[in-house]
């Protein structure tokens, strides 16, 4: 079993303190992590330190995290192939994209939309972890998602910070 912590949507170009408290709160029993993109600066990542990690860039990322980062990225974690990217487009056409971009996955994950999602679409998992900076629509709290693996399949669950830990 292995446990997943997922974010997208950071928006911020350093760690401060605000980013290093939901880190730990969100992903503390987490050995991997995935960044669905729009990080900004490819820097916070190091707030992962001791964990795997995968990201991807996204639409507002700067010229580091574009130059270090692919688009999308296929990654086999236990048995199970996961593929990760930002999206782009109108929200209401971009899980088809991501099933294109992605045929024969056992889960995608992506951003973008800043909107959370946990879904099937046949057998593969659509996984969208909403914005963790609190950047959701009409004042929603930062969002995240725990992926966990298992022999009999995936499950994924979505959180939201509450009031005490913003």
């Known amino acids: 079993m292995t446990r997943i912590g ?18 730990q709160i969100a992903f503390s029993d987490c050995s991997v992590i995935l960044h669905a993109g729009d990080l900004t600066d490819i820097s916070i990542l190091s ?13 507002m990322c700067d010229s580091s995290s574009y130059q270090s980062l ?9 048995k199970y192939t996961i593929g990760l990217c930002h999206g782009a487009g109108v929200r ?4 088809e994209r991501m ?3 992605f045929p024969n996955v056992n889960c995608i994950v992506y951003g973008h939309t800043h909107i959370a999602a946990n879904h099937r ?9 909403g914005s963790f900076a609190a ?10 998602a725990i992926l966990t ?10 959180h939201q910070f509450s009031e005490t830990d913003i």
Not at 71 to 78: G, M
């Open 47 to 59: 707030a992962f330190e001791g964990k795997k990690v995968h990201a991807v860039h996204g639409n």
């Open 135 to 144: 950047t959701g629509r009409y004042g929603a709290p930062g969002s995240y």
């Open 99 to 101: 099933l294109n971009l």
């Open 6 to 23: 997922i974010l997208s949507d950071t928006h911020i170009s350093s760690i401060s303190p605000w980013f290093t408290k939901q880190v």
């Open 149 to 158: 693996t298992h022999t009999e399949g995936l499950q994924c669950s979505l």
């Open 121 to 129: 679409f046949a057998q593969t998992l659509v996984i969208n972890p």
């Open 92 to 95: 209401h056409t971009i899980e």
């Open 70 to 78: 692919p688009t999308d990225k296929l990654i086999t974690i236990d």
